[in-house]
């Protein structure tokens, strides 16, 4: 099996994220200009819930399977491997049939009286259905995770997101002369059909590339899995728990607003409007950057779990070291760019400015949240995964308290929950910092934090004389193209200046090996 050094699995992904994400924002392009706001706020309301259900019907899985493979892998021990597989199918059977039944159940109960819009029960019911599909799907993922083989999950979301958006259009012109509602059910069914052709590749991967028989004495293996179990649960539970309580805190989170905001005077529908500007817009352009964390962090669990394997923990410090260094690269420009240029960003992606105000204010903070997923997945590699589902959970009440007090205030409104958001980003990564420092004495360095500060600061001042100078940017786009890749070029040789990126890095990358010596 194809296996991918650290660097070379995480490009990978990163090239997978990279062309997922604009397919991403170009789907969520056709759903604001086809279904509105209102329509974007019912889908925003809507698919927390899938979240929290894959959540629950997971258990934590993927992140066990991808550690504890790896961990086998590296003492060369397939049988162990085929005990993990084995059980974690049988676990993610039983959890999507169960979960699957509640939710179509369930799901009157939520949209009338927990959401408080009946229209969102459309799009619940059509959730469900994607489960079975995103469970399986994860389970194959963990697998090639574990064996540091990136291909199958990076082709996998492509494929996703490219059928995606090949029917999703069709839904909604289809479906929204009948309701807004309905439209928002459709773009839900296009999620269901994306995830189908997905999990069908990856499980034709899955069975040309596994290395020992998973259907072959099935059972027996189950029979003796008492101490395999035992592992995977160590980290299932607490990983499960960390994702039950960020899950469970998105499913609250459209509840909690829509009660404040009614406190606070707002109807029904402007809240909704409100909510879907700040999700709907401005969260996907914060959370632009994450898909090369994210890839990451997935990258990061196999590695550092086979150093610790083997107890070389230079190694483990060096690869935290190095996530924390690509990831706050990747999120630093976003930041700036974000920061500077919202209003004619917004305004060039939906016609519309109003979301500005949510990512003035929210992405300075977010830059703490782009470093966050690679700390978390560090702690799971490390067994630390409760004290991942701690940290989790002291955000989450922190954020729910904050945007109560603030978002059911007349005068702060739908900015209340902006400023939760963020304040939960912040506290949740300084407490990762804080178990990796007690447990493993890791810490930022200060010529660490001095490169960031120079980062940060000479690409804002250069983004601010851009912006001072270069008229008409905000009518041209392609004025406005050439000033963010004029700043963009400053970046990559700040980058570079600054040792963000090594040369024994880039000579990783396939397409660069041939220009580096």
Known sequence: MTKQTFIRGTMMLIIAGMITRLLGFLNRIILARLMGEEGVGLYM??????????????????????KRVAEANAKNDPYKI????????????????????????FAPFIANHLLTDNRTLYPLYFISFAVPFIAISSIIKGYFQGMKNMKPQSYSIVIEQIIRISVVYFLIKVLIPYGVEFAAAGAVISVVIGEIASCTYLFIIFKRNKIIPVRKQ???????STTTRKQMMSIAIPNTGSRLI???ANFLEPIVVAQSLALAGFQSKEATKQYGELTGYAMPLLFLPTFITNSLSIALIPFISEAIAHNDYKQVHNRIHQAIRISFASG??????????SIPILTYMYETSNASRYIILMAPFFLL????????SALYGLDLAKQAMWNSFIGSTFKFIVLFLLASNAAIGIM?????ISASVVLVTLLHLAVLYKEIKFKLSLLDLIKMTLLIGITTISGLIFKNTMHGFEANIFIFICVLLALTVIYVCLLIILKFITKAELKQIPFLQQFIK
């Open 45 to 66: 309301m809507a698919l927390p819930s899938l979240f929290l259900l894959i959540t629950i019907t997971q258990i934590g899985l993927p992140i066990a399977i991808s």
């Open 416 to 420: 209340g929950v902006a400023i939760a």
């Open 82 to 105: 085929k005990q993990i597989i084995s059980l974690s199918f049988l676990i993610i059977a039983c959890t999507s049939i169960i979960f699957t039944l509640s939710m179509l159940f």
């Open 332 to 341: 630093a420009l976003a930041t700036i760019v974000l920061s500077l240029f």
């Open 369 to 376: 949240l782009y470093i966050q997923a690679p700390l978390q």
């Open 218 to 224: 099935f059972f027996t293996f189950l029979k003796n």
């Open 246 to 248: 960020s899950s469970f």
